[in-house]
């Protein structure tokens, strides 16, 4: 007979999935504008990709396919690692790649709201290891690239692995600053000679530091629209920021400034929007703290001392596993209890 | 994340009151009640008063079907320490003495007492007493025939409250918040009543001794404010406007909001010298003692789905029927009627159900108004649940918990402390009935301490009777061994030497003896005790029996009943049933005792509740013995029987519905 409360007031799952990628789309469209139409196409594929994995899974669980599908989660998991993998990658690779997020690392653990860790970047794991090649291989951003690529180029280029006879492969991709970066240092260069080299922009690298701009609006939209807290993006910026700064006051020849990182790599994208996902992530205030500043300092870490270029992944695969500790141990005090 | 709280209410901190954690802003569809004076009813054809409106006993009956009886005339009177008085609303005659469906979210039928009015409304002799002079405890003694209880909704009787061996009372909290969307009848009582508002206040003030005065009011109610603050000036009551955030009406988060004081958990406000009082009762109490007039009456706000919705003035017993009339009558669409307001109140069985002092609001639903819930989707830890909770529980793992019946965690995780306001499914994206998901959690936690409780005490019986066996063994072989032992020293004594031997013999006989004494002793003292406690628990285990079987009954959403849970109802049934004998039978027992210590109230409360709906249960399983196909085999145990298959039948319902419930989510 209790069936109180009679009303709620609570945005559906599918409008804030729907908001988180309408809060993609600042990104996405400076991410097109310098790097070329080439990502469309691969967020295409990966939407479709997603859609269909999901699809079929949910249809072997014998679960309802439509309530599922339009909760939008898949197409976001497909989105975060479009974005996140070089944009003038194979076809295959995305597809293969959102296909594990979607099978294994969602629909196996029992699909939304059960999967221990981030689904995208267990995708964008397991690239990295096994295709480590292409997925470090960033093309420059366009609009400062001497050899330019059409849509049709690259429309060709990511589905036959065709370029056009004059422009070779080298021609238009580069190291990514962060990777640039690493190898300089091995190579006993100091931060003064490595940072002039082209592909370093105003405080990042050239052209991503924009979308990563883009990708700080978006994340703002997220937090006024209430979607996101401010803790995660906080302390996870505020751990690279804190990092960062303790090393280079150290030695500031040998390590980047914390704007550089800051700017670098997945940082903005990675705060708002991939340790973002609830469902992954710990549920207490203070949980948040610690999970986004342990992802954070981990994520630095890597990219300086660890065999890869960027961290972001791996930091927040690491963190997923201690979220049941973090929240148990981040327990907020409760009302009329000893403080 | 954000609930959508935390922002507005921070910035309210500078009005010297403390936010609480959490909290939900409500739509309030309060300006849909208030806009009309209180109204009058015309008196109905009937009045049907439930002997059970508060928290406690039943009070006992003192009147006989036919009798005329006049208004403001005692017709039940309080019975045991927690119960309160029932009084004839109206001059008439006694029409009727029986069960009847009451408003109660059990929807299970108890008993009433009906009257047909005269039409005369002719009053009893008034008897009003001098509050401002007279002695505190006698005028607190005659509480007890007033009738009064909590009319916040809680329906807690009020002369307990008001009692000397409380710790002394410094600061009394005037609960005025209403912070339920649609109920508007404290808001009214105020802007009409504020003078009598404060004289009532200005009783409980004497009554308790307390010093400190404060009513707290949210902020959506500016002229009842303003009503109040006029009314105050040049006495030392404080108005406190309390921002509009739910549940401020909650007793432990008003206590914080106006004193910034945190009740600790299991313990009452009383016990740091805090009374709080709702409004409407403190009016009670003035009319009371100023003019005689027991609790007849109650303010109820007919809302909602109705043609004009008002607050009325209502005499208790009033059938639903007549109040829905007198606010222009239902719309069309009008599906059903709840009582309480959307976040804590509950569905009533019919229009027929009368109004009792617990109900301050009722309102038509439609499902227009009220959208029935989509089906919920799995839990996406978005922690607004928990960002919303007013307790700083943590919604999200404590669903988790009760989900997967690990109900040892969710204790762990503080489940009792939840007071299940709705907060957190209110803000859930999911749409998950969280709220429903605590109180399956918590009927089964207390159920299963129950049973545990029960089965201690049966294995400690077994050890008793074992012990006992043993022991007769052991006095029996002692008995032969001196005997023997006696017939050999008498032998030896009759021989030469007998003195060593006759003092082994009386050793031997003494020992014996002592511990045959000591385990008399023991026999007689111990199981007394089992049996003493067994009352209370059996009659708390069929409490919760009954009442699980009446959630099973009634919760088509509950989470609950696979196999192992219908074994377990079948099981607990039959133990209610077997035991319900003992149950009568000891509590009669312990009536006679009048050495007994008193019963902690509130345990006796139970014990009668637990009687009560036992007895409601037994009568539910005949219905559907009757009805069932199992009329043939009626062996030696044809209630039991049937009360276990209809337990099955339950179950089974339970467990089906539960099975749709849960395929919605999964949905
Ligand atoms: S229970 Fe609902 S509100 Fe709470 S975390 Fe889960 S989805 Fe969010
Ligand atoms: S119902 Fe319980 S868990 Fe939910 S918000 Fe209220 S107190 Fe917290």
Known sequence: ?339 | MNAPINIAGLLKKTKDVFNFHGGVHLPEHKAQSNQLPIGQLPLPDQLVLPLRQHIGNMPKVKVAVGDHVLKGQLIAEAEGSVSAAIHAPTSGTIAAIADAVLPHPSGLPDRCITITPDGNDTWIERHPQDWRKGDVNTLVNSLRLSGIVGLGGAAFPTQIKLRSNRSPIHTLVINAAECEPYITCDDMLMRERYDQVVHGIEVAQRLLGAKNIMIGIEDNKPEAVKAMQAAVENTDIQVKVVPTVYPSGDARRLVYLVLGKEVPQNKRSTEFGVQVFNVATVLALYRYFEFGEPAISRIVSMTGNVNQAQNFEVLFGTPLRHLVKAAGGAKADTSHYIMGGPMMGFNLPSEDVPITKAANCIIAASSTLFEPPPPAMPCIRCSRCADACPVSLQPQELYWFAKSDNFEKAQDYNLFDCIECGACSYVCPSDIPLVQYYRYAKSEVIALDKAQEAADLARERNEFRLARIEREKQERTAKHAARAQGAKAAKVAGNSDSKPAATDKQAAIAAAIARAKAQKETDSAAPKNTTEMSAATKAEIAETDSRRVAAGLTEEKSPAADNDKQAKIVAAIARAKAQKEDVSKVSVSGDDKTTKPVVDADRQAKIDAAIKQAKVAKAEAGKEKTSGNNDGQLMVDADKQAKIDAAIKRAKAAKSAALTAKNKEDN
């Open chain 1, 1 to 339: 007979m209790n069936r109180s409360p009679y009303i709620t007031n609570a945005p559906s799952v599918s409008s804030i999935m729907l908001k988180v990628l309408l809060a993609l789309l600042p990104g996405i469209f400076v991410y097109a504008w310098l790097y070329g139409g080439g990502i469309l196409i691969t967020l295409v594929l990966a939407t479709a990709t997603a859609l269909a994995t999901e699809a079929i899974m949910l249809k072997l669980r014998r679960r309802p396919v439509q309530p599922f599908l339009s909760d939008y989660s898949a197409v976001i998991t497909a989105w975060l690692l479009a974005l996140a993998i070089p944009p003038l990658a194979p076809w295959w690779l995305i597809v293969v790649g959102v296909a594990f997020a979607i099978i294994i690392a969602k629909q196996l653990y029992g699909g939304l709201g059960y999967n221990p860790f981030n689904p995208a970047m267990v995708g964008y794991a397991v690239l990295l290891i096994s295709f480590p090649v292409i997925m470090t291989k960033w093309p420059a951003a366009l609009s400062f690239a001497e050899t330019k690529l059409s849509f049709m180029d690259q429309f060709n280029y990511i589905f036959s692995h065709a370029l056009p006879a004059n422009i070779s492969m080298d021609a238009v991709t580069s190291a990514t600053p962060l990777d640039y970066l690493k190898t300089q240092l091995k190579l006993n260069q100091s931060m003064d000679t490595i940072q002039v080299a082209p592909i370093f922009g105003v405080f990042g690298a050239k052209g991503s530091e924009f979308v990563a701009l883009a990708y700080l609006a978006g994340g703002a939209f997220l937090w006024q629209q209430r979607i996101i807290t401010w803790h995660l993006p906080t302390a996870f910026l505020g751990a690279i920021a804190a990092m960062a700064g303790l090393f280079w006051m150290i030695d500031p020849s040998q390590f980047a400034n914390p704007v550089f990182h800051l700017f670098s790599g997945a940082s903005i994208f990675a705060a708002f929007f991939i340790l973002t996902d609830p469902i992954s992530g710990p549920t207490t205030p203070k949980g948040k703290l610690y999970f986004a500043a342990g992802a954070g300092v981990i994520t630095y870490l890597v990219r300086v001392y660890g065999g890869y270029p960027d961290g972001v992944a791996f930091a927040v695969i690491f963190m997923n596993i201690c979220v049941p500790l973090i929240d148990m141990y981040t327990q907020p005090r409760v009302f009329g209890h000893k403080k």
